[in-house]
């Protein structure tokens, strides 16, 4: 019999590579989307028809107990959220109903289906925010700086709970930024590919963003995704750091992208107060020891190969939308 899988957020950038990792492997993949007039499957397009959808939301815990029967999985991913940082700021409660406790309902919903599910939490470097050490890992103190990360913090202390308390076989992935050519566009480092292949075509004349001295670290989504397949193949539920144990400002992010397409990022770039955060995080940087000793995950992608990709695929799209 070929293992289920239930993913939540299968439209997104995560879920896409996620579903395809499985399906490679031989799972029966179902995804959970929400009802509404402007879905976009342009993600899982291309895998659309070897996928079941089925509609529910983290906001319904009926419905997710509907998707559970519905799906029947040995594998619960739970990368649903409202995951935009800025957007948590002008809708912190809406971000608290999703990415907090919409994984509560997500538990609830398997402790009263099939408490044999396995359960994946997609958790944030976000949590660690202002952070009290360097680098992170998985004992590291959480302090969030935004209403996204402090929602993440309580989806990932309540899946530790549930864990404990009911005995599931419950993991939180804390996943530090992970990037691709299918990175929405509204964060930065997909703004940054996107705006440097439209300046080189002649669509665009300037790139706006914040802080250019804000760093992260930063892999591929395609290696992370494997990584949450690797947990829930572990006879014992535990949490993990995922990351690429490196750390790059945006200002290298917008260099590397612009040489890229040859050109000189000086002549382009403008910073705009508008896009600085509020309370900015520190140096996010991952040690993903852990996951290299018990898991055998390393990533495979490196940042400069990363930002090369995500601007030749933005460059090609846009070439070939604007017949040029």
């Known amino acids: 019999m070929a293992k289920r899988a239930l993913i939540t957020g299968i439209t997104g950038q995560d879920g896409s590579y996620l579903a395809e990792l499985l399906l490679a492997r031989g799972y029966e993949v179902h995804g959970i989307i929400r009802r509404s007039s402007t879905t976009n499957f342009e993600r899982i397009y ?50 608290g109903d999703i990415t907090a406790l919409g994984v509560t309902r997500m538990l609830d919903a398997i402790r009263a289906v099939n408490p044999e599910i396995r ?63 299918r990175r929405g566009r509204e964060f930065v480092t997909r703004k940054v590919t996107y705006q440097a292949a439209k300046i080189k075509l002649g669509l665009a004349t300037e790139l706006r963003v914040g802080n250019l001295d804000a760093q992260r670290d930063w892999g591929f989504a ?56 509020p309370a900015e995080v520190d140096l996010l940087i991952g040690d993903p020891t852990k996951a290299g000793q018990r898991l055998g995950w390393e990533p495979r992608v490196s940042f400069e190969q990363l930002v090369e990709m995500m601007v030749k695929a933005d460059y090609d799209r846009l070439k070939a939308e604007h017949n040029l």
């Open 119 to 181: 359960f994946y939490q997609a958790s944030s470097s976000e949590m660690f925010g202002k952070v009290q050490e360097v680098p992170q890992r998985e004992t590291t103190p959480f302090y969030p700086r935004s209403p996204y990360g402090v929602a993440k913090v309580y989806g990932h202390w309540i899946t530790v709970n549930y864990r404990e308390s009911y005995n599931l076989h419950a993991t939180s992935g804390i996943l530090f930024n992970h990037e691709s050519p």
């Open 46 to 95: 291309h895998i659309q028809d070897q996928i079941n959808l089925i509609q529910a939301d983290l906001s319904d815990l009926t419905s997710l107990i509907y998707a559970l029967r519905e799906a029947q999985p040995d594998e619960v991913y739970n990368l649903a959220a409202q995951s935009f940082v800025p957007t948590s700021w002008v809708q912190p409660v809406l971000t």
């Open 222 to 277: 395609g290696d992370y995704v494997e990584a949450m397949w690797l947990m829930l193949q572990q006879p014992t539920p535990d949490d993990y750091v995922i990351a690429s144990g490196q750390t790059h400002t945006v200002q290298r992010l917008i260099e590397i992208a612009f040489q890229t397409v040859g050109l000189n990022w000086r002549d382009y770039t403008i910073q705009d107060p508008k896009f600085m955060r």
